[in-house]
């Protein structure tokens, strides 16, 4: 599935919606506490290749906001984000056709998520009118808030849980959307533009500092696992199906089924442990501070 959106004067757009409504419905984004931070209301559209993939691209393109500037003829005046969500089907029968989704079981879902992000400007070298001026003054203030969230990031190298270094997501709705790309569970690649040019030299030096910043940050993103609570509610729509056609369940469900409650066994065994060792934690530091201010009150 694949979606396309913009941001637009810090306003997010769908570029796979109508013409009529393409530019003057502004998306919401919501928060999700397994997913993360999406767009509510934006399209999805299902593809099954590479062609199908292009053909939403270009329609997305061409809708996209652009500008002529004193230094680009279709200056780019948003920020594009396309996603695609990759899901990963197997269903144990090898006879059972590939299009019966009921008999289907999604295993491993990954989203890949492309940001072209619109050039920051000085205003001096762009047009004068006030909608491009306005425009400039958006595209700079996100982008310096992704830097500023870049810099945070390359701060905490120690991935330290008790940290206190606070990372301005919510700063713009670009670093709010791309808060788990940036600093969650992913691998995240930047590709820094740059222009030989000697007119540009501070902003080529401004765009390497940048990167230089973005490839000190240090992510271990765990490996990817099936989850066992979406594979229970499938292994209980297994059931319902089984006892629908009355036909005996199979041995390998079963297996399967045991095979995933020993899972979720295990993975609740890590988060007793882990947050055990948070309020033990937390516990030291209280008694340290009780002890500072004991001696503080003997002192006085």
């Known amino acids: 599935q694949l979606s396309f959106f913009q941001i637009y004067q810090e306003n997010v757009y769908d570029l796979l919606a109508e013409k009529a409504i393409r530019n003057k419905q502004a998306l919401p984004i919501r928060e999700d506490p397994v997913e993360g931070p999406y767009v509510e209301g934006a399209i999805r559209r299902t593809v099954k290749d590479v062609n199908e993939v292009l053909s939403v691209i270009r329609d997305g393109v061409r809708a996209r906001t652009t500008r002529s500037t004193t230094q680009n003829q279709d200056s780019s005046r948003s920020h594009a984000i396309l996603q695609l969500l990759i899901e990963q089907r197997l269903s144990e029968d090898p006879e059972i056709s590939r299009d019966s989704p ?15 992000l619109a050039g920051s400007e000085r205003l001096l070298d762009s047009n004068t009118d006030k909608i491009s ?22 701060k905490n190298k120690s991935n330290n849980p008790f940290s206190t270094n606070h990372i301005p997501y919510r700063d713009s709705k670009l670093t709010r959307l791309l808060s788990n790309s940036l600093g969650g569970n992913a691998f995240t690649s930047i590709c820094a533009c740059l222009s030989p040019g000697f007119t540009q030299y501070e902003e080529t030096l401004s765009t390497l500092a940048f990167a230089a910043r973005a490839i000190t ?58 947050y055990t060792e948070i309020i033990s934690h937390l516990q030291r530091e209280l008694a340290k501070k009780s002890l500072i201010i004991a001696d503080l009150e003997s002192r006085l």
């Open 217 to 274: 940050i240090q992510k271990k993103p765990p490996p990817v696992e099936e989850s066992p609570l979406k594979n229970r509610q499938s292994e209980q729509e297994s059931f319902i199906l089984a006892k629908e056609d009355l036909t005996p369940l199979s041995t390998s469900a079963i297996d399967n089924r045991n095979e995933f409650e020993a899972l979720w066994e295990q993975r609740e065994r890590k988060l007793i442990t882990k």
């Open 102 to 116: 009921s008999l289907q079981v999604v295993n491993r879902r990954s989203l890949l998520t492309l940001v072209d």
């Open 133 to 154: 001026i306005d425009e400039v003054k958006v595209i700079n203030t996100s982008i310096n808030a992704l830097g500023s969230c870049i810099a945070a990031l390359s």
